[in-house]
């Protein structure tokens, strides 16, 4: 098991920020994809963005790109999610995962992590 804890979730209002923290247990997260998920009750999980391992390549969600920005340090295990102008819209548990099998890529579906933290709540209020 990769243990991952998500913090920094919160209330806040439109047009505010928030960020995100994913701290990793155990092995050194540098050859790891990591990413980001969000999820609504009664809906899918929700891709939201990836890093690759050197931190060099970046995969951001149409709805999110140019308002959210993913980075890692992998010295202290930890990746975060930067979120920008939040919407209400984006509201919803926000997930981290991690692809611990290495392939390479930047991946953008949930089927190919492999670990998840438990969540961490944001709420966007209007």
């Known amino acids: 098991q990769v243990p991952l804890v998500e913090s920094g979730g919160g209330l806040v209002q439109t047009g505010g920020s928030l960020r995100l923290s994913c701290a990793v247990s155990?092995?050194?997260?540098?050859?790891?994809?990591m990413g980001w998920f969000r999820q609504l009750p009664g809906k899918e999980r929700e891709f939201v963005a990836s890093?690759?391992?050197?931190?060099?390549?970046?995969v951001y969600a149409d709805s999110v790109k140019g308002r959210f920005t993913i980075s890692r340090d992998n010295a202290k295990n930890t990746v975060f999610l930067q979120m920008n102008s939040l919407k209400p819209e984006d509201t919803a548990v926000y997930y981290c995962?991690?692809?611990?099998?290495?392939?390479?890529?930047?991946?953008?579906?949930?089927?190919?992590?492999?670990?998840w933290g438990q969540g961490t709540q944001v709420t966007v209020s209007s």
């Open positions: 890093i690759d391992g050197s931190g060099g390549r970046t």
């Open positions: 155990g092995p050194s997260i540098r050859y790891y994809a």
């Open positions: 995962a991690a692809q611990t099998y290495i392939t390479n890529s930047v991946p953008a579906r949930a089927i190919e992590y492999n670990h």
